[in-house]
């Protein structure tokens, strides 16, 4: 920078570090016609402040925090599946106890705050008890159709050739058939049971995860990043473990999320035809069947596993909408 100090004249007010803004430029008008000449203030007064960028899982979860309703269902889900959990401690009567004189009683009969069914047995507790067997049907069949379905698209979309059309073609023979029926004929074959149900349902699930994840491994596998693994000598199980998995799994467990709502859906659907959960065991679907023959003694006691039913399938539904439009970076 030009040191104009030796060749303009110093007037009384401005230090030897400053010179008018005139002699450095006549459009100058500003700080009494005086410029500084020192860099360090300029970089003082120009330096933004700096700002912490998000990850992508802290931009999902601080898009949570900012939907009310999605936070509100899942706690609903969260209750819920507490309850299941701790149905020991909170169920008000043993599950399994019959009254022949207290069947069909309405709601808060002698301590019994749902009422009874048509065996005497606690409305109340047979429904958190229900739970359990509701939620472990409706989250365990979705978590190994994730697994084996999303290993089965991956390979397939990531290879290609041969091996893809070999893995979704063979996905295609089950879309072939609806969902609600290919699940009641397995069971059906296997002989009904609450393993069998969940197998069956694990089988229904497979072929749309295996899609789900086909379509995502098929997307990311031309991108430049996997190219540049492949040009740096990396394996192909390497690329999948780092580089694919990373982006597959965000479609997957969006879809995943779904399902659930739809699995215990089917699973109580099962166990109303008598194909999942066999007496006395509680479970929702069950005591819906059971109970329909008394819709007209107690009509609300006996809604009431349809309604537990009802609440905890929007439920998953609006808290898988949430996370979708949470993960979805283009929203």
Same mark, same amino acid.
């Given at each position: ?32 016609? #005086? ?137 295609? #023979? ?87 709502? #739809? ?34 003694? #107690? ?33």
């Amino acid at each position: 920078m030009t040191d104009y100090s030796s060749v303009i004249p110093a007037k009384a007010g401005i230090r030897g570090d400053e010179v008018p803004a005139a002699a450095l430029d006549p459009r100058f008008r500003g700080n009494g016609g #005086v410029i500084k000449t020192r860099s360090e203030p300029f970089l003082e007064e120009q330096a933004a402040p700096a700002t912490k960028v998000r990850g992508y899982w802290e931009s999902v979860f601080h898009r949570l925090r900012r939907d009310p309703v999605t936070l509100v269902f899942a706690v609903i889900v969260l209750l819920i599946v507490l309850a299941a959990i701790c149905a020991p401690l909170i169920a008000p009567f043993d599950p399994y106890k019959e009254s022949i004189v207290g069947r069909l009683k309405p709601l808060g009969w002698r301590g019994h705050p749902l009422g009874t069914d048509e065996l005497g047995r606690d409305m109340l507790s047979r429904l958190i008890y229900g739970g359990r067997v509701s939620l472990l049907m409706g989250i365990v069949p979705v978590l190994i159709a994730s697994l084996i379905g999303g290993m089965l698209g991956i390979a397939g979309g990531f290879i290609g050739g041969r091996t893809n059309t070999a893995v979704m073609r063979t996905m295609d #023979v089950f879309y072939a058939f609806p969902s609600v029926l290919l699940a009641v004929a397995i069971a059906g074959a296997m002989g009904g049971g609450m393993a069998n149900g969940m197998l069956a349902l694990s089988l229904v699930f497979i072929p749309p995860m295996c899609r789900v994840a086909e379509t995502a491994t098929t997307q990311i596998r031309a991108l430049d990043f996997i190219e540049a693994a492949r040009a740096s000598g990396a394996r192909t199980t390497t690329i999948i473990r780092y580089h694919v998995l990373g982006n597959v799994l965000g479609p997957v467990f969006i879809y995943a999320s779904s399902l659930v709502s #739809v699995s215990i859906l089917l699973a109580s659907g099962l166990s109303f035809l008598g194909l999942g959960v066999r007496p006395p065991v509680p479970d929702w679907g069950l005591m819906l069947s059971t109970l329909r023959q008394s819709i007209y003694v #107690v009509p609300f006691v006996c809604a009431l596993p349809g309604l537990a039913i009802f609440i905890t399938s929007i439920c998953c539904n609006l808290v898988s909408d949430g996370l979708r439009a949470a993960m979805d970076v283009r929203m």
